[in-house]
């Protein structure tokens, strides 16, 4: 099975929701939920979650498709 790259780029209009969350004075929870609502959308995933690292540990701070069992571990 083959992957077309170009298919998977996302284009430029399709990123222009995400300037725009980044000049708009939104809080950093809306705006980081916004980025990985996007991102699952443009690259078709199941599930996206972004994580910040602290004391050793990833914590999450902004998810989608993920069930919330799956959050605790």
Avoid: N
């Amino acid at each position: 099975m083959t992957v077309d790259a170009a298919a998977q780029t996302p284009k430029a209009d399709d990123l222009l929701p995400l300037c725009a969350d980044m000049g708009a004075e939104l809080p950093q929870a809306v705006r980081l939920q916004r980025l990985v609502d996007l991102l699952r959308a443009q690259f078709g995933c199941g599930a996206v979650a972004l994580l910040r690292l602290e004391d050793d540990r990833l914590r999450p701070v902004a998810v989608t498709g993920l069930v919330s069992d799956a959050l605790g571990r």
